[in-house]
């Protein structure tokens, strides 16, 4: 299923701007694996009845922000089960850990700089774990840090009011 609706919010002689917004659900589940249905294939992270891209659920983070970390960390060790490794422990289950198991989960998928800024560890544990990077790259304009990107002059300028300011510590 895929929706999209196309605005014309400005249209000048000197200045077009128009906006998209699209929509897109997309689902799938394996059935089978080497034509046998009840069989999973552990090792390349196919499970019967789960989406092709299912690897880890989302849904123990928010469970373990919610206080209840019984219920996520068993959340987890169903998933970690399915993949083949050992259990985690309680003692081991906290937000550090969680970020630790996304990152081998999601590798090279992008969601990383999202996770770590919505988690409030994207200057900690990018300067921990990338030599290219230390803490003062994240300082910015009047004390901010720059965890939020830059917007493009270009489109500041399209802003006829000036009600959009940059972000503050591009500012």
Not at 33 to 46: A, H, R
Not at 50 to 59: I, K, V, W
Not at 63 to 74: F, K, P, R, V, Y
Request: hydrophobic share 35%; charged share 25%.
């Amino acid at each position: 299923v895929e929706v999209s609706l196309t605005t014309r919010n400005i249209q000048t002689p000197d200045v077009s701007w128009s906006t998209t917004f699209t929509f897109t659900k997309n689902t799938n589940a394996v059935e089978s694996i080497y034509g046998q249905s009840e069989v999973d294939d552990i090792g390349n992270g196919l499970f019967i009845g789960e989406s092709l891209d299912a690897h880890y659920n989302y849904d123990f983070v928010g469970i373990w922000q919610a206080g209840d970390a019984s219920t996520g960390l068993a959340r987890l060790n169903e998933v970690r089960q399915r993949a083949g490794v050992d259990d985690a422990t309680l003692a081991d289950f906290d937000i550090d850990y969680i970020l630790d198991e996304r990152a081998r989960e999601l590798v090279g998928e992008y969601h990383r700089w999202f996770d770590l800024k919505r988690t409030g560890t994207l200057v900690e544990r990018a300067s921990m774990h990338n030599y290219l990077v230390d803490e003062g790259n994240f300082a910015g304009a009047n004390g901010e840090l720059k965890i939020l990107r830059p917007i493009p002059q270009s489109a500041l300028d399209l802003n006829q009011t000036n009600s959009f300011p940059q972000n503050p510590a591009y500012q």
